[in-house]
Structures are given as structure tokens and as C-alpha cells.
């Protein structure tokens, strides 16, 4: 206890970085059940269904393959550059993760804020500048193959990245403007009060364009369809990663996704408001959204266990069912519902922005190369330059008037 | 303790990072070396409590500029590189020309401000930190002229490794 007493930022950041990584790593391999089961019904099929009830122990299943297969090198590659590309990617798409804030400052334990691992005050910055490194993955990776797909594949998507990185951070100076700082709960708490006592003033409605453009660079920069280009299986067998197996694969397929999780964390902050309720304060039946949310869901799972599950399924199946119905009960204590509060709003924004990457991958179909350089560099910066200059000046324009 | 201790780590990295990038033989590795250099001065900044500095360090040099790099000796395939016999006094006086400097350099700097407060400890300057708003006050209000003037510049340099770049029609 002494030691927790004299070092509490070391200890409870340890046990902060111990819970996220957990919480995201069995978020990153639900996520790709989520993909599969969306997709499935974008397209009338099923999806992963045998492997635990609704397929839910899929990704469990798909780890343990990825564990226990072979692990080659290609003996022609740069071994040591192999060996580093999927590390970095990996490595730099969970680190983006932990300058997140997923609830409000306020909720403390031993005085540090519980919800977010390092709150920086140049959080927004600190994250391109992690973010922007993401490319040496995929291009060191196409590069130390040794190999004519994965080179052309990592060529690709470094110019595709580098290309609409420059968007992505243009369309998101907008934000900064209005907010005039580059802390993320500070962002997120200047978003707060709303128009005609119930619209949340957040930045997407004055910066709906910025919004626009940030959503779509940020499809592109994460290298998802439509702007899949470094991966087109038709074309480039399976891009910068063709020569790559077993975990290292695994590695990359996980950094991808972690980079998703970023992004719609990012847009959920700077554009909606992160933590903040969309309901005003007075409004105290809100309180109780997300238990009743989790009970909901447990009763359709108890009346899907009776009714359509068999065997050692229907099992499976009573767990999860009692797992949400605790949870529910447990986030309907009066003490408990205004803690979760903050993380509940975050997560249900950003699975909306997952949920918004998997119906495009769903609906979209794959631009050409010279279309993908066009899209980026004649409309999309152009546009984001537009209303970088259109904010600074609607923003100046009061203080120009009373100075004559 | 803990700032002496990164401080430290991170300086042999940088120093270890610019000998392997001329030491390479594969350009990639060269590349390689040098964004570790850029990530070591980068954390030396933020311990000089230069916070904004070493982000842009990043995002510029790391992430920008050394990713062009890269993707230049990709495109081109660029072989390993190809050694000549060192100059005879290269062989000669170089080690001992080096030394000189370096002791050069140390012994200026530890004449001027910066080199006592290194001798301080690298957390002692933390609290001249240059924040966003104090360095972009200067940036855009005391040195505008220079700073617009520099950025046409830039750009005039652009222009011309275009035109020269470009191909006859």
C-alpha cells in the first residue's frame, strides 16, 4: 500500500495500460466478427455461425490458427526489416489508443482521471505524429519481402497514405479553430450546451464539411475499401503483406483494425462531442439508457437461447445472456449509472462509426488507382483547404469588426 | 534520476543511429537509422519540456519527410551501395580531426547558456517551455515577413525541381 501511496500516477497508469490493452485487443477480434456478421447480411448470408453460438467464439478460434501455424520467412527477405514492419505497425496503432479519453476527467481513483491513460496537451498533435508513422509498416513490409506484389502493393499505399494524410489533418484544423486548444477533453468539453435547449452543440453541425472530408480521408488513410488499394486481392494477391503468416500476419490484420478503432475514436471526439450525452442534463431518464439497453438485449438473448439454439450452444448462449442481464443490473445502481455514462455515449458513437466502415466496405466497390489520386489531390484537399479558410475567417470576422 | 536516465538512453540512441546510417550498406537501412535519430531528438525535446517541437520533429521529419525518402529508394530499387577506397588522408587525420572537433564543440558549449543548463540536468530548463501559443505568437506576429518570405521560397524551390524534373514535349 505504501508504494500504491507514493507512486499512485505509475501504478494506476500500469493498471490503466493493463486494462485497455485487454479491452482493446478482445475489441479488435470482435470487431472482425462484427465485420463478418455485417457483411453477411449486406449480402443475404449467415456469416460465422458454427463456432460458438452466432459464431461467437470465431475470433478466438481464428487466434489460436493464427498461433499454431507455421511462421515462414521468405529466405530472400531483409530479415531484420521483416521482422520489424508488423512490430511497428502494431506497436504504433495501440499506442494511438492510449491518448483517447473515453470518459469524463472527473471520475478519479487515487486523484488520477480513470478514463483516459495519458492526457496530454497536445493530444491531437501527439496522435498524427504517431498515426503519421503508421506508414513505415506497410511500406517496410512491401519492401524487405523482397517480392513484385508486396513492393508494389507497399508503393501504393505509402503515396496513398502520405497523399491523404495531408487532408485528414487539414480537414480537422477547422475543429482546432473553434476549439482553440489541442487537449481532447478539452476539445470534447467546449463542445457541450445546445442550440434551442436540445441540439448538443457539437462541431459537426459548423463543420460539416470538415466532417465530410475527414470521414473519407480517414477510409483512405486506414486502408479500407472503397480505397483498398494496397490490398486489391484481384490484383495484388493480398498487397504489402502477400509473403507475411501465422502471427506476423496476424500482427498487421490487428493494427489494421486498431487504426480503425483511432479513427472513429478521433471523429468521435472532435466532431461529436465524445462523452457528452446527445440528451440535455435535465433529462435524467438517460441516466438509465445504457442498463436498460444491456436488459433489453438479455431478454432477446434468453428468448433466443429457449427458442433457437441446441445443444452445447444453448449453453453458450445462457452466459451471454446472464452476462448482459448483470451488466444491466449492475449499470441501473444509482451510484454506478452517472459513472458510465461518459464511456457508454463514447462507445455507442464510435461502434456507429465502425459500424459505418463495415456498410461502405459492404456497398462501395474499389476505385481505380488514377481515380484515387484524382479524388484526393483535385476534390478532397482542395475542399478541406476550402473551409480551413472559410472558418478563419467567419471566426475572425467579429473581432475585425470591433477593431475596425 | 529518471530524466538523466532517458536523457541518456536516448542520446546513445541518436548517436548510435547517425553512425549505422553511414556505416548501412543497404539504403533503406540508412533511411531507417536516420528516423531513429529524428524519434531520439524528438524525446530530447520533450524533455527540455518542448512539447510541441518534438511532435512536429515527428510528424515533419519522421513522418513526412523520411517516409518520401523511403518510398524514393523503393520506387527506384536502389541497389546496396557501392564503396570506394577511403582518401589516404581521410585514413589518416580523419579520426584524429574528429576528436578535435568534438572536443570543440564541448568546449564552446559548455561556455554558453545551454551548456549549463545540460550541466543542471536536462530537467532544469523544463520550466522555459515553449508552449503552442508563446511559439506561434512569435512565429506569426514578430517574424511573419521571414516566415511567409521562407515558405515562398520553399515553394519557388518546388517549382523548380518540377520544371526540372519534368520532360520534354
Known amino acids: 500500500m505504501d ?199 457539437w462541431h459537426v453541425i459548423p463543420q460539416i464539411i470538415g466532417f465530410l472530408c475527414y470521414i473519407t480521408a480517414a477510409i483512405a488513410e486506414t486502408n479500407r475499401i472503397p480505397f483498398d488499394l494496397p490490398e486489391a486481392e484481384t490484383e495484388l494477391v493480398a498487397g504489402f503483406h502477400t509473403e507475411y503468416s501465422s502471427f506476423k500476419f496476424a500482427m498487421f490484420f490487428m493494427a489494421e483494425y486498431a487504426n480503425m478503432i483511432t479513427v472513429s475514436c478521433l471523429a468521435t471526439i472532435l466532431f461529436f462531442g465524445g462523452w457528452l450525452s446527445p440528451f440535455p442534463d435535465s433529462w435524467t431518464w438517460q441516466l438509465y439508457l445504457p442498463g436498460a439497453g444491456l436488459i433489453l438485449l438479455g431478454i432477446y438473448c434468453a428468448y433466443d437461447t429457449v427458442v433457437s439454439m441446441r445443444g452445447i450452444a444453448k449453453i453458450q448462449f445462457a452466459v451471454v445472456t446472464m452476462l448482459c442481464l448483470g451488466g444491466g443490473a449492475i449499470s441501473l445502481i444509482p451510484q454506478v449509472a452517472p459513472i458510465i455514462q461518459g464511456p457508454f455515449w463514447f462507445t455507442t458513437k464510435v461502434i456507429f462509426f465502425l459500424f459505418f466502415y463495415v456498410w461502405t466496405r459492404g456497398t462501395l466497390p474499389r476505385f481505380r488507382y488514377d481515380q484515387l489520386m484524382n479524388f484526393g489531390w483535385k476534390l478532397l484537399l482542395p475542399v478541406s483547404l476550402a473551409n480551413l479558410v472559410i472558418t478563419a475567417f467567419v471566426l475572425i470576422l467579429p473581432s475585425a469588426a470591433r477593431h475596425g | 534520476m529518471i530524466p538523466f536516465i532517458v536523457f541518456f538512453v536516448c542520446a546513445l540512441l541518436a548517436v548510435a543511429g547517425a553512425i549505422m546510417l553511414i556505416v548501412a550498406w543497404e539504403p533503406i537501412h540508412s533511411a531507417l537509422s536516420l528516423v531513429l535519430v529524428m524519434m531520439a531528438l524528438a524525446v530530447l525535446y520533450l524533455l527540455l519540456g518542448a512539447e510541441f517541437i518534438a511532435a512536429v520533429q515527428i510528424i515533419v521529419y519522421a513522418g513526412a519527410v523520411m517516409v518520401l525518402f523511403v518510398f524514393v529508394i523503393m520506387l527506384l530499387n536502389a541497389g546496396t551501395e557501392e564503396r570506394t577506397n577511403w582518401s589516404k588522408f581521410a585514413k589518416i587525420a580523419g579520426l584524429p580531426l574528429a576528436f578535435f572537433l568534438l572536443l570543440a564543440i564541448a568546449h564552446f558549449l559548455s561556455r554558453t547558456a545551454i551548456g549549463s543548463n545540460i550541466a543542471n540536468g536536462p530537467g532544469a530548463v523544463s520550466n522555459a517551455g515553449v508552449s503552442t501559443r508563446a511559439l506561434s505568437m512569435a512565429l506569426f506576429q514578430q517574424y511573419l515577413f521571414p516566415f511567409e518570405a521562407t515558405s515562398i521560397l520553399i515553394l519557388i524551390a518546388l517549382l523548380g525541381a518540377l520544371i526540372l524534373a519534368r520532360k520534354d514535349e
Open chain 1, 3 to 201: 508504494f500504491i501511496n507514493q507512486h499512485p500516477v505509475l501504478v494506476v497508469s500500469l493498471v490503466k495500460i493493463a486494462v485497455l490493452l485487454f479491452v482493446v485487443m478482445t475489441g479488435l477480434a470482435y470487431l472482425t466478427w462484427f465485420e463478418r456478421k455485417v457483411v453477411a447480411h449486406i449480402q443475404s448470408r449467415w456469416g460465422p455461425y458454427f463456432v460458438g453460438a452466432h459464431g461467437l467464439l470465431q475470433p478466438l478460434a481464428d487466434g489460436l490458427k493464427f498461433l499454431f501455424k507455421e511462421d515462414m520467412t521468405p529466405p530472400a527477405s531483409d530479415k531484420l526489416v521483416y521482422i520489424l514492419a508488423p512490430f511497428l505497425a502494431l506497436a504504433l496503432a495501440l499506442t494511438a489508443i492510449a491518448l483517447i479519453p473515453f470518459g469524463p476527467p472527473s471520475v478519479r481513483v487515487l486523484g488520477q482521471p480513470v478514463f483516459v491513460v495519458a492526457n496530454l496537451d497536445i493530444g491531437l498533435l501527439f496522435l498524427f505524429a504517431v498515426t503519421s508513422m503508421g506508414v513505415y509498416g506497410v511500406a517496410l513490409a512491401g519492401w524487405s519481402s523482397n517480392s513484385k506484389y508486396p513492393l508494389l502493393g507497399g508503393l501504393r499505399s505509402s503515396a496513398q497514405m502520405v497523399s491523404y494524410e495531408v487532408s485528414l489533418t487539414l480537414s480537422v484544423v477547422g475543429v482546432l479553430l473553434i476549439a482553440g486548444t489541442l487537449n481532447f477533453n478539452d476539445i470534447i468539453s467546449g463542445q457541450s450546451g445546445y442550440y434551442l435547449g436540445f441540439i448538443p452543440r
